[in-house]
């Protein structure tokens, strides 16, 4: 059976993807595998995806840039993929700075799941509108709430209301755009 794989940084993005992936992929069957941190997601990448049972599962790696070079990081990522011998079934993605700024990128979905009124009336303002560049995503998005946000919750809460045609970030729109491609409903 096909079976996309997420192995993740941490348990905020198994939450997000928990609302987004049931909206994007209705009739996939996936997994959601998050790691205790960067660290612990590539120390234990090459094993997991090594040992991973199904054969034709396909893996997507999601990590945050935070404040590291995202092509170094992702050349990294992809190299530790060819030491599995799956390469083919794997994609690397690197979110920009940080999750929070996907979220920072929908601020109707982030008012909607925290039930926070006006917070769409920020949506135009320059770091709004380019999320990615916002340097600490998850400090801003607490800001911006009032401390609403907490990462977990707020990543469960936000995920089934994020707007999956959203370009406010390009590293939002990259990673559907690629799970898509992987789930063979886009070319």
Known sequence: MRELVFLLEEQ??????????????????YRC???????DLEKQLVRRI???????????????????DCRVIKQ??????????????????????EL?????????AVEKALNIRNLTRHQNKRKYRESD???SPKRELRRLTNNHYQEVEGSRAIGPHLDLDNNRSRSFAVFIAGVKRMAGIAP
């Open 12 to 29: 905020s993005a198994a939450e997000m993807l928990d609302g987004v992936l049931p909206r994007l992929l209705p009739d996939a069957h």
């Open 33 to 39: 595998i998050p790691f205790e941190g960067k660290q």
């Open 50 to 68: 090594r040992g991973y049972i199904n054969p034709m599962a396909k893996f997507i790696v999601l990590r945050d840039k935070d404040a590291g």
């Open 76 to 97: 990294r990522l992809l190299g530790k993929c060819r030491e599995t011998g799956r390469d083919a079934d794997a994609l690397v993605r690197i979110a920009c700075h």
């Open 100 to 108: 929070e700024s996907w979220h920072l990128a929908d601020l109707a």
């Open 133 to 135: 560049k916002t340097i």
